[in-house]
């Protein structure tokens, strides 16, 4: 386990935390010793279905949003076209097939180059669950612990072998503890288109986006079944690149709060409406009939831009690393 101060990434006791990392014993393997013989096995990118709009079968049974709207890098992005665009969120589909992380990123590679290190997991449900709680652990022991055996059970179909307690690697900017990580990805070109949204005050500077500081990225790092309850992320505009695997994502206009605002003080941007129950929901309070919901599915490679103030319930549909960057 290695243990260090925050930030470190800008300082040569970095090179030091990389050094020793790889001269102590290697991490305890992430492969399955059931799986001896599969050359895929560590991999992350398990998604059930290649197919990029479409919801996989571990999600059937779900209640369908109208689709988000989809544009692709060939579409126009004139400023008076993006200025409109941005009104609303948007898919852009194979935006970031270019990041080598894409390819790197696979439970084998993450334990060798990082198994050591100490990262926090959030266990529990969501975190509305009465027993939500934190907990630090290597990242070795969250892949063998959490990721792991959610991998097996998507490949063989076997639920009957949950785990008592999901974890989930959120929101954490995991690239100031591990930098070679972020090498591996790169700002998205749309966060530099420069345009105010409705949402926002038009009268109040808008940060310089000329550096990587005005910029704050968050890690989403978690098996199938990890859950971001519905809320929103305030005045901060959201591009949400999908990384590996793939999840769902709801989301609701801001002109919706006052049928999804229900909770005070720390949660006052949470909702306590569980969107995996709509129907259920809906039948108990009738007004949310009047939500206009629309959803995506991310899968590797997409982006999704959330505009400010926008309700969005993200739930996993396989293993998952999502990166955020807030802006």
Known sequence: MIVTGFPLARTNLMAVVYQLHDVLPAPPPVVSPMDPGSSRSDQISLSPSSCPGSIPVSAAGLHRFSPVREVTLDDSFS????????????????????????????????NKSAG????????????LDSAWSQSLMTLNQFLRVHVMPAAHRVQSDDDDDEPATVGYLAQYNLFALLPHLRSHTSIPDQIHRRTTS???????????????????????????????PLHHDGNLNNMFAQVVGSKRVVLFPPSDSHLLADLDGMLH???????????????ARLEL????????????????????????????????FSVSFWF
């Open 79 to 110: 400023p008076s076209v993006y200025r409109d665009l941005i009104q609303a969120p948007f898919v852009i589909r194979d935006a970031i097939q270019h990041w080598p992380a894409l390819q790197l990123w696979t439970l084998e590679y993450l």
């Open 116 to 127: 050591h290190r100490l990262v926090p997991v959030e266990l529990g449900s969501t975190y």
């Open 198 to 228: 409705s949402t926002s005050d038009a009268h109040t500077p808008k940060p310089s986006l000329d550096s990587t500081d005005a910029i704050r990225i968050n890690a989403w790092f978690g098996p199938r079944g990890t859950v971001t």
């Open 269 to 283: 941007n949470t909702s306590s409406v569980d969107v995996r129950k709509w129907p259920e929901e809906v039948e």
């Open 289 to 320: 009939a009047q939500a206009h919901g629309v959803e995506a599915v991310c899968r590797a490679g997409d982006l999704l831009y959330i505009p400010p103030n926008y309700w969005h319930h993200v739930e996993s549909l396989a293993t998952s």
